[in-house]
């Protein structure tokens, strides 16, 4: 049976058409000045022209705007560089890399559990029942909704003491923006972790963790067989356009948008997506002892706190803790090497974006603490992530987990 699963999953990784981003370039551009900042914003709305990052510096732009850009660039004094020379050709190395992988594990007897390969939805759906079966007493697994395509949505309960709820909870989305998978193999390393070693973490399970690992399974998979930066949901919005923006479509100071295949497209109302509903009904099962709640995503290595729904921000009652909880985080993940997180409000150190997850389990869901998470990009690769870098983020991340859990 698993011979053939992995043999169907070969397959359509061979045979999907797919979008092709063969000499997209990705610019990295220097902005000095407020005045440059709003110029470049300009290029927000020009049709094959990507922002990639928060400081709107990480700009991928089509074949055919290049030299317009970089013209533009020049005339007005930015210093730039290219980043990627090549976007197709990076996901063209991601793919014969997992190919490969995919191949060599036909025909060994290695577990699956490894940290060196992106895993598909079926194979996080498959291990999540995996531990259910194996650690009956930590581990709850539960079919939280069903998506646009008929794929479900599943959470895992992590809990030494099911039953009781009354232990302060963690709430973790993952996987809310498709394309992000590094964000959704920090989580699934997380409950690895705290499952199979849970002796290591009694810390850890003073609190209960209620983690939906692939919060949008349509995109997740659209990202792998079709589209590598797909972002949104699967679900129409109309003839033309697919997919609603997840991380809009919070009702909580949810603002209606006009362009329908924006990247950002919020839904035609507040939890309009089905995703959203499956989350928000999570959220509401544990309103009375919703401590933290987590939002990660890629790329940026940013903790960011709300509100960010506005500019100015309106500051949540408890922000100096929220400061305080960051730059602990913040220290954690530098101590094991790794990258220097920014710790700050959303909208301040990126921007404004309305009807997000963590606004929402703040100012809807009772969450004393809220975070939303952007995970290193593995330095120039931004979303796509090499899988040879999965593990090292994943511990980064974990060292954040970790250092929260025993923050709150
Ligand atoms: O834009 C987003 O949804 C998040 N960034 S991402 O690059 N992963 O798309 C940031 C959301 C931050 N939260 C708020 N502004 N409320
Ligand atoms: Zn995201």
Not at 47 to 53: E, H, I, K
Not at 307 to 334: D, T
């Amino acid at each position: 049976m698993k011979f053939i699963l992995a043999l169907t999953t070969l397959a359509l990784v061979v045979a999907a058409e797919q979008v092709s981003y063969k000499n997209y370039k990705v610019y990295d551009i220097q902005v000095t000045s407020d005045e440059q900042r709003t110029l470049l914003k300009n290029w927000q709305l020009v049709d094959g022209v990507d922002f990639w990052n928060h400081l709107g510096n990480q700009i991928m732009v089509r074949p055919e705007t290049q030299e317009e850009l970089e013209k533009f660039l020049t005339e007005h004094g930015f210093d730039y560089k290219v980043l990627i020379q090549d976007v197709q050709m990076t996901i063209d190395a991601e793919q014969r890399y997992d190919l490969q992988y995919r191949r060599a594990k036909l025909f060994s007897r290695r577990s699956s559990v490894d940290f060196i390969h992106f895993w598909r939805t079926q194979e996080i759906y498959d291990y999540l029942d995996e531990l259910a079966a194996k650690y009956p007493n930590l581990v709850r697994v539960s079919d939280i909704g069903h998506t646009h395509q008929n794929r479900t949505i599943k959470a895992i309960k992590i809990s030494t003491s099911h039953g009781s709820d009354s232990k302060p909870v963690i709430f973790i989305d993952g996987g809310v923006h498709a394309r992000e998978w590094g964000g959704i193999m920090s989580v699934v390393y997380l409950i690895h972790e705290l499952v199979e070693h849970s002796e290591q973490y009694s810390n850890m399970l003073e609190k209960d963790w209620v983690i939906v690992p692939v919060a949008n399974p349509d995109g997740y998979e659209h990202s792998h067989s079709t589209n590598r930066l797909w972002r949104k949901n699967r679900n129409p919005v109309n003839i033309l356009c697919i997919g609603t923006d997840l991380n809009r479509n919070f009702d909580y100071q949810w603002a209606p948008g006009r362009i329908a295949c924006s990247e950002t497209f919020p839904g035609s109302a507040p939890n309009s997506e089905l995703e959203t509903q499956a989350l928000t009904k999570l959220m509401s099962r544990y309103e009375n002892n919703l401590k933290l709640y987590l939002a990660v995503h890629t790329y940026g290595e940013l903790i960011l706190y709300p509100f960010g729904y506005e500019w100015p921000f309106i500051p949540v009652s408890n922000q100096a803790e929220h400061v305080a909880i960051g730059e602990r985080a913040r220290a954690a993940v530098l101590a094991i090497g790794g990258p220097d997180y920014l710790v700050g409000n959303s909208a301040e150190v990126l921007y404004t974006a309305n009807g997000a997850s963590d606004d929402y389990a703040v100012g809807v869901g009772g969450a004393a603490y809220a975070f939303t998470l952007e995970l290193s990009g593995g330095g120039v690769f931004g979303f796509d992530l090499p899988a040879t870098q999965i593990e090292q983020v994943a511990r980064e991340t974990f060292e954040i987990f970790k250092s929260m859990a025993g923050d709150i």
